[in-house]
DNA sequence: TACCAACCGGACGGGGTCGTCCGGTTGATT
DNA sequence: AATCAACCGGACGACCCCGTCCGGTTGGTA
């Protein structure tokens, strides 16, 4: 929270773009996608009218967060010692400190941006299963979209669980969800 | 949606009370419990009034509602014919039905009432676990909390889900689950 | 110094919900 | 017919959010 005096004049824009979506990387975590606006205006000392100029729409604000997400998960991904169980752990620990991020990977809304972004973790997923397929034991018939499905199930869970819990419910559903996959 | 001049004077409380929970199930199918209140008197033909003058908060309404839907789990449990796999598929549908009935299997909710609901399945995930451990094929460190993690994970996934998708999710997201429960 | 483009905060109108409160209707009872 | 307990619908005040609009501040520039 910043105080109300130094964010005003000709550069301040820059600032309050960063704390903005400082702002709404924590609402988004505790309230959802759905959080509300006017409280991460709030919350990162900024008029409304801020808020609306810097992102016009509810999506932009999100994926200005999220990107970064995406981001690490990319450059995991990249790294050719990382495994398929490392991916599926990262998301799932970035799952577990946002709901908003579960939100986005359920995308059942009709916005292209956030279909997209799904999309680019769908990819990590498949390239990994591609590799791991020689490397390690997977069985044959598991397709992306089922890693994928996984994913949503395990997040879905979480998503409706007191933080505190994540960490642990997420251990004991991969428990159950990784025969699945390893055979 | 029934006619406002039928619903006057001093009988109408039962019918009033029937169109309500007729109007909450709806309203809850397709909300999920944090539907409007507003919404469902409105629905129901009857004033806000007589809504909170029959259901006191948003529980009791609830109650109301999902009684019938633990009850159909029940009575199929008491059924010495039905299997483990009988009562976890009446689950998946019911919560296909409602994402209300959804989020009071999560009920990380304070209130007790919902937590019995939520106590009330688990003990039947338990008589039925006991039962199919002789009978048929079940792993034996399974637990009925395991399974009640399942349908959660199952049921997290449907909420967020479009309802005509639904079905085939469910079957996809059990195929991956049940090895962890037959072993 | 005087100007002004760039940017800001927050008020505002429109819309929704919640829970309460009360005048009005109904129909059983006398 | 007169009464009145039981019950009803919906208005109301308090609250919140969204997205826009505008007067005000800032600091670079001439």
Redesign the interface.
């Known amino acids: 929270m910043r105080t109300r005096r130094e964010n005003r004049g000709r550069n301040a824009a820059a600032a309050n773009r960063v704390a903005l979506i400082g702002a709404a990387r924590e609402q988004f975590a505790s309230e959802g996608f759905d959080a509300s606006l006017s409280a991460i205006a709030r919350q990162a000392g900024v008029g409304q009218g801020s808020l609306y100029r810097h992102f016009p729409d509810r999506v932009s604000l999100a994926l200005a967060v999220f990107d970064d997400n995406v981001t690490a998960l990319e450059a995991l991904a990249a790294t050719p010692a990382s495994t398929l169980d490392d991916l599926l752990a990262l998301i799932t620990e970035q799952t577990a400190a946002s709901v908003a991020f579960i ?1 986005m990977l ?1 995308a ?1 809304d009709e916005d292209p941006r956030l279909r997209d972004v799904v999309g680019r973790v769908r990819d990590l997923l498949d390239g990994k299963l591609r590799a791991a397929r020689h490397d390690g034991r997977i069985r044959p018939t598991v397709t992306a979209d ?1 890693l994928l ?2 994913v ?6 979480l ?4 933080p505190g819990e994540r960490a642990e ?1 997420a251990d ?2 991969w ?3 990784r ?2 996959i390893t055979g």
Chains 1, 2 share one sequence.
């Open positions: 939100d359920h059942s089922d499905l996984a949503r199930m395990v997040a879905g869970l998503a409706k669980s007191v419910l004991r559903a428990a159950m969800l025969p699945a």
